[in-house]
């Protein structure tokens, strides 16, 4: 399906609204170039994402996640994004135990005013998926 | 009882955002416009600093809001004829010019100007390009009308000569009999927003303008690069259209120049101006491209300046300390050469292909004519006289006066002020507030929950924003293959008027249930086309945003191919999103009509004081035993005006005011709810609730340390400015021992650790030297200084300094001042730049210009509101440009130095802003709650109660007869933590729903 060569990772980012998708935002009226390898799905909260919804993205064929919140203590729902803390802390044990190897996904504070940590975050991101290559093991496969 | 509207002169963004203010809060407005449509200046721009904003994009939802406001009178080709009466009841006479097309009839479609055969220069594009007789200004005008020139139509010339327009207008639309109308309209007050000129640069020989083709304006060049100017948005030079690759920027044309037919006041925008534009055209440019930048003094003084200016040096734009002497005819063709002297003094000579004049601010002359008529004292410039108190007052009571028309000031200053300008203009009429306002009826909604999904995709080009990276017709066509899409369309700007009327046709024609808008981001333009939806009769939350411009056309601009792959996958998963949607219901909540300001200084006391005044109840915590904070400190203004005086009257005034509560020693514990009713613990135990909130909590003096130390606190004889302002207020000391004195500027301000411009101390100190020199006009004063930045008018007072004898001697971070102590002597060893060496100075008085910071707490209180800090720890409004005082938060607003560092004049007109801002939902009984809430499947609900646990606001309980989860939607804020947290997937948030997100994952994948 897939050559080694030409081969472009997808990876969906579940952003808060207040915060990530903010400084996406912010990223964008500032011209920070970075990788079009990425899918931005806003939430309202970082701590609106549940595991669930992780292992469907990859499942539907992402080859890795992103979820990025407000600081801690900046939250614009008090707690939520402490929330979303514990639960990826758990659920990275969770993946390592079916065998989605670490760096699939991936988990980032960035504030309404950090544009260029966006960037740089979606550079990284989409670098250290592209080291894995294409995530095989949750795909769903129709043949 | 005074009458219950406002007149506001002035179609510019102040003028709008006075008008929007104002009829928002309860107060019908009538809003005089010269020209055809409003949007001023600013709709002449392309991108605005220091955001790089596209300027029409950010304008645009405003001018809309403006044109369909049920409580603004939109009169344009209008002109305020006379005045009279008194505050509360004026009588004005608005004289009206035809417009030839009736407006009521004309449907946009162009047809008259495509046909009539007159061509004349085209001024909206400053003359670069011809327009026809019959013609609309911009794509985005409001109103979205044609007009015919009258001195140019062949028809009004000569009756019976041409009517080309009337033979092809499809809408009967054409009235050649149009006459003028009178319009007698009784006001309560009125706000002057009547904004500036360009200065002319024609009269000055030595630049070339007019008579070389390459040497144009700043604001022509905007219009080079605007997506809607002539050249659309390709940058292109003048003489052959060929893309420059080396162009210069002369800074200071027509301003801070007291001979030649030259203005001596700064106009304050130009270099961020110059600066944008170097890199905007830097983005704009196919090949190499070296952007040069001429100047005196950089004066990136505003917030987010200093850190754009350094990006840009970083970037490549190249900055010259030097004045040009002369543009000359260049050795290749066309081209041009610079005569400038260099820092080192050598005589200069560089070649260019194009060269931009940084030309000024200068009144307008209708404003002269204006403030004749309406007898206004206008200051030496011709600006409409204020003073530093009484920031937007003129002479006259009753008439309130903001942006540039005042001073030359940047846009969101001139938005600042307008709303200040609201704040006055309608407190005057709090009691008739709503008494000649309408309320908007929205068409009764559709129910669409039976229906197949019928979705609609509007696929925006932004002017060339995103279609000069995004393949937008592919993105249309590839919208019209996906599940439930039934029409799909591009538009040029789909948030101008024209687009948004028409989309409300085509949700009727269509029969459209759902609706996609790809553009922008929905954080600033989701509004608008909700309130669309409505207008067509469709619930507002049937509706999804692709944001294909910020997250994509603007952050891709290298690989348009996957850029216009990536825009594909957005709409699609916009599409499967929006599929799963259905109509929410209005929730509201209601408003409990007072307000808590949070800091007792100057800006806290004057928004408690605006608060009070419309008889609003305010509660005013001020964490020290004392109300005045910084101003405190402060010996005069700028202008000369004696600070203590005028701080004793207002805590006079705060205190007599039976409206306000003060608490002092009090700090806030605890804050909770939302706009409208939130509820605050204090630390003296008290708890209230209020409606709204403005933080003023201030900022602090940064405290010498390291090498900024300069023998602070070592030698009795080293001062900070606020000190010797205190020595002043204390009227001891005379200073007639001191024989020298040193000045440091920039201590600790414009550093990597503090990399922002404080600015006001520039004109603080030379302030303070002028007082000195007063006291002792004896005394030898030296300032040692990196930029100076009086900006706007403030540049008198460097004038009145350097005419004293005052001493300026520049310094940069590479030769920093240094200061040892001799016998309690202060020696300063410093390098001047202009005999290129090292000079040496016995002060008996050093005195240190020391940064302003953001109080050590304020991010701490920023929490309580969910407000954002920016990367420096100063508050960060919802908007740098158009949103000032609001945060991203409803209901709470800031003002004074916790925004930026600013001088008492910009913090006064702050705090009315933010309370006018915060009036507009003090006036309302109720404003809109979270319609996005959780919902309780009880067939699935186990009982576990995680969702209780989770859920910060106490909104989930749980059923204790039925062992299952409730959800009060009062208290919901819709953050979505109870469903995550739920393992039987029987928590869902409307619209949020896993299944929503979900199909919008997995539209990305098909």
């Known amino acids: 399906m897939t050559n080694q060569t030409s081969w472009e990772p997808k990876i969906i980012a579940f952003l808060c609204t207040w915060c990530s998708y903010a400084g996406a935002d912010l990223a964008g009226v500032s011209r920070f170039q970075y990788p079009p390898n990425i899918r931005i799905v806003k939430v309202p909260c970082s701590g609106r994402v549940s595991g669930n919804m992780i292992l469907s993205a990859l499942k539907s064929g992402a080859d890795g996640v992103l979820i990025s919140g407000c600081h801690p203590g900046d939250c614009h729902y008090i707690s939520g994004n402490y929330f979303a803390r514990r639960r990826f802390g758990l659920f990275s044990n969770l993946l390592d135990f079916v065998g989605i190897e670490p760096g699939r996904v991936s988990f980032s504070w960035i504030s309404a005013s950090e544009g260029e940590q966006f960037a740089e975050v979606v550079k990284t991101v989409t670098e250290r998926v592209k080291k894995l290559g294409p995530a095989t093991r949750l795909v769903k496969k129709l043949e | 009882m005074p009458k219950g509207s406002v007149l506001v002169v002035g179609g510019g963004i102040a003028g709008v955002q006075a008008a929007l203010d104002l009829a928002n809060s309860g107060f019908l407005v009538h809003l005089v416009e010269k020209t055809t449509a409003i949007g001023g200046k600013m709709s002449q721009l392309d991108k605005t600093f220091p955001t790089n904003d596209c300027s029409a994009c950010i304008l645009s939802p405003k001018l809309v809001e403006c044109g369909r406001h049920f409580n603004i009178n939109l009169l344009t080709l209008s002109d305020l004829i006379s005045l009279e009466g008194e505050p509360g009841s004026f009588t004005a006479v608005v004289r009206q010019r035809p417009r030839y097309i009736d407006p009521d009839k004309c449907i946009a479609c162009g047809l008259c100007a495509e046909k009539c055969p007159k061509k004349v220069d085209d001024e909206y594009n400053l003359g670069i390009s011809k327009r026809k007789a019959a013609y609309l200004s911009f794509p985005q005008a409001v109103p979205l009308k044609y007009a015919i020139d009258p001195d140019h139509c062949i028809w009004i010339k000569k009756p019976g000569k041409c009517g080309a327009c009337v033979k092809v207008c499809p809408a009967d639309a054409i009235n050649f009999d149009d006459t003028e109308k009178e319009h007698i309209l009784e006001v309560g007050s009125v706000v002057l927003a009547l904004g500036f000129s360009p200065y002319d640069p024609s009269s000055l020989d030595f630049t070339g303008y007019g008579r070389l083709p390459n040497v144009i304006t700043t604001m022509e060049f905007e219009r080079y690069l605007s997506p809607s100017g002539p050249c659309m948005g390709h940058m292109e030079r003048p003489s052959d259209g060929r893309e420059p690759s080396r162009v210069a920027w002369l800074q200071c044309v027509g301003s801070r120049d007291i001979n030649r037919s030259c203005h001596p006041y700064c106009s304050s925008v130009c270099c961020m101006f110059a600066i944008k534009q170097a890199v905007i055209a830097k983005e704009h440019a196919h090949g190499d491209f070296s952007p040069s930048i001429f100047f005196m003094d950089m004066r990136t003084h505003g917030k987010g300046f200093e850190d754009y200016y350094n990006r840009a040096r970083k970037e490549g734009v190249n900055f010259h300390r030097a004045r040009v002497h002369s543009v000359l005819p260049g050795e290749e063709e066309d081209s041009l050469r610079l005569r400038y002297v260099n820092e080192q003094g050598e005589t200069c000579f560089e070649e260019f292909d194009m060269v931009i004049l940084s030309t000024g601010l200068e009144a307008n002359k209708q404003t002269v004519e204006l403030a004749k008529m309406l007898e206004l004292k206008l200051d030496e410039d011709n600006f409409v006289k204020t003073d530093v108190f009484h920031p937007v007052s003129t002479s006259r009571p009753g008439i309130f006066v903001c942006g540039a028309a005042a001073e030359p000031k940047d846009i969101p200053q001139s938005v600042m002020e307008a709303s200040a300008a609201a704040m006055e203009a309608g407190r005057m009429l709090a009691p008739a507030r709503w008494q000649e306002t309408v309320v908007k009826k929205y068409p009764l909604e559709r129910d669409v929950h039976a229906e197949v999904p019928r979705i609609g995709v509007f696929v925006c080009h932004c002017g060339i924003n995103i279609s000069s990276v995004v393949d937008v017709d592919s993105v249309m066509e590839y919208a019209k293959t996906l599940p439930d899409v039934v029409f799909a ?91 799963g949607k259905g109509a929410l219901p209005y929730n509201t909540v209601k408003v409990k009509k007072s307000a808590l300001v949070i800091g007792g200084g100057m800006g806290g006391m004057t928004a408690a004081l605006s608060f009070a005044e419309q008889d609003f109840p305010v509660t005013l915590v001020e964490q020290t035993d004392r109300l005045g904070g910084n101003a405190n400190k402060l010996y005069r203004t700028w202008q000369a005006d004696e600070v203590q005086p005028y701080l004793a009257e207002t805590i006079k005034k705060i205190n007599d005011n039976p409206r306000i509560d003060v608490r002092m020693n009090c700090q806030v514990e605890d804050v909770g709810g939302s706009v409208g009713h939130f509820t605050t613990q204090l630390s003296d135990g008290f708890s209230l609730t209020h409606g709204v909130a403005v933080m003023a909590v201030g900022g602090e003096a940064y405290k010498p340390e390291g090498k900024w130390n300069y023998l602070y606190s070592k030698n009795p004889n080293v001062h900070t400015l606020l000190e010797v302002d205190q020595m002043l207020i204390d009227g001891q000391a005379d200073f007639k021992q001191t024989a020298q004195a040193v000045f440091i500027h920039c201590v600790g301000s414009r550093i990597p650790e503090r990399p922002w411009c404080s600015r006001v101390c520039c004109t603080h100190a030379i302030d303070s030297a002028i007082k000195l020199k007063e006291l002792n006009p004896e005394m030898d004063i030296f300032m040692l200084y990196r930029d100076i930045r009086t900006y706007g008018q403030r540049e008198r007072i460097y004038q009145e300094a350097r005419a004293k004898g ?69 508050l960060l409004e919802a908007h740098m440009k158009l949103r000032p005082v609001d945060f991203a938060t409803d209901g709470v607003y800031l003002a004074g130095l ?109």
């Open chain 2, 806 to 874: 005052i001493v300026f001697i520049r310094y940069d971070l590479d030769h920093l001042p240094g200061a040892t102590e001799k016998n309690g002597k202060i020696i300063i060893q410093t390098h001047d730049p202009i005999v290129d060496g090292d000079i040496t100075l016995h002060p008996d008085l050093l005195i240190l210009a020391t940064a302003i910071q953001p109080r050590q707490d304020s991010g701490n209180l920023s929490k309580f509101f969910k407000c954002a800090i920016d990367a420096h720890g100063f």
């Open chain 2, 898 to 1006: 916790c925004h930026y560092p600013k001088p008492l004049e910009e913090t006064i007109a702050q705090a009315k802003a933010a309370a006018a801002r915060a009036t507009i939902v003090l006036s309302q009984d109720e404003v809109p709650a979270e319609s996005i809430t959780a919902m309780v499947n009880e067939a699935k609900c186990t009982g576990c109660g995680v969702c209780v646990t989770v859920c910060a606001y106490s909104a989930v309980s749980m059923d204790e007869d039925n062992n299952v989860a409730e959800v009060n939607t009062d208290l919901c804020k819709g953050c979505g933590a109870c469903v995550a947290g739920c393992r039987s997937d029987a928590m869902t948030l409307m619209n949020v729903g896993n299944e929503q997100l979900m199909a919008a994952v997995e539209a990305a994948f098909e």
């Open chain 2, 489 to 579: 369309q591009t538009n040029l700007f789909t948030c101008s008027q024209d687009t948004i009327d028409q989309m409300v046709n085509t949700i009727k024609e269509q029969g459209l249930n759902r609706v996609v808008v790809a553009s922008c981001s929905p954080r600033t333009h989701e509004p608008l086309f909700q309130e669309t939806l409505r207008d067509a009769g469709l619930n507002k939350f049937l509706f999804e945003m692709a944001n294909i411009r910020d997250q994509d056309s603007w952050v891709h601009r290298d690989e348009p191919e996957a850029a216009t792959v990536k825009a594909k996958d957005l709409v699609h998963m916009a599409v499967a999103r929006v599929r």
